[in-house]
């Protein structure tokens, strides 16, 4: 929402992968980074391809940290599962088969993050209430696209908001 003031987050759609009463986590979907994967993966971690896909920036903990969420359910055993066929997970072996694979049209979808991005115990549950963020349902179509700069704009339509109707207003501190 507008009045979310904290310039990570602003104008970002985030996917949540944990929300209990532990905390929430996630990782922003519009933020793309100029770094290349072999970058990230260093000499440590050689490829056997070279590869040109994107990385995106998941939010500001642990920025050193890799993530992919994707649908191959062949990973499935390395991954957490956010929904039937959708996974997430931050093992290097996975990140290093999904690239090697190859972006292949009909196969499974992908997307790189760096970083996550973390709530500890009720501060999620508080910004919503205090009218910080809108939830969605997840879709596959959003978290997959291509276009981050039209992310935010096109997650708020999905589910009938009009981006220019929304109104900055003061946040209050939830009791």
């Given at each position: 929402m507008?009045?979310?003031?904290?310039?990570n987050?602003?104008?970002t759609?985030?996917?949540?992968?944990?929300f209990t009463?532990?905390g929430?986590?996630g990782v922003?979907l519009?933020?793309?980074?100029?770094?290349?994967?072999?970058?990230?993966l260093?000499d440590?971690?050689?490829?056997k391809v070279e590869?040109?896909?994107?990385?995106?920036?998941?939010?500001?903990?642990?920025?050193?940290?890799?993530?992919?969420?994707?649908?191959?359910?062949a990973?499935?055993?390395?991954?957490?599962?956010?929904?039937a066929?959708?996974?997430?997970?931050?093992?290097?072996?996975v990140?290093k088969?999904m690239?090697?694979s190859?972006?292949n049209?009909?196969?499974?979808?992908y997307?790189f993050?760096?970083?996550?991005?973390?709530?500890?115990?009720?501060?999620l549950?508080?910004e919503?209430?205090?009218?910080?963020?809108?939830t969605?349902?997840?879709?596959?179509?959003l978290?997959?696209?291509?276009t981050?700069?039209t992310?935010?704009v096109?997650s708020l339509?999905s589910?009938?908001?009009d981006?220019a109707?929304?109104?900055?207003?003061?946040?209050?501190?939830?009791?």
């Amino acid at each position: 929402m507008p009045q979310l003031q904290d310039p990570n987050f602003f104008q970002t759609t985030t996917l949540l992968s944990a929300f209990t009463k532990d905390g929430a986590m996630g990782v922003i979907l519009n933020r793309p980074l100029n770094v290349s994967v072999k970058e990230i993966l260093g000499d440590s971690s050689p490829l056997k391809v070279e590869s040109t896909l994107k990385v995106y920036w998941g939010g500001p903990v642990e920025n050193q940290r890799g993530w992919i969420v994707h649908e191959d359910t062949a990973m499935a055993a390395q991954s957490m599962e956010l929904e039937a066929g959708l996974y997430l997970s931050s093992s290097t072996e996975v990140w290093k088969k999904m690239i090697e694979s190859g972006k292949n049209p009909g196969g499974p979808r992908y997307r790189f993050f760096l970083g996550y991005s973390g709530w500890g115990p009720g501060q999620l549950e508080r910004e919503i209430a205090g009218s910080s963020w809108v939830t969605a349902p997840l879709s596959r179509d959003l978290i997959f696209d291509g276009t981050p700069h039209t992310l935010w704009v096109r997650s708020l339509r999905s589910i009938g908001v009009d981006p220019a109707t929304l109104a900055a207003t003061p946040q209050t501190e939830a009791n």
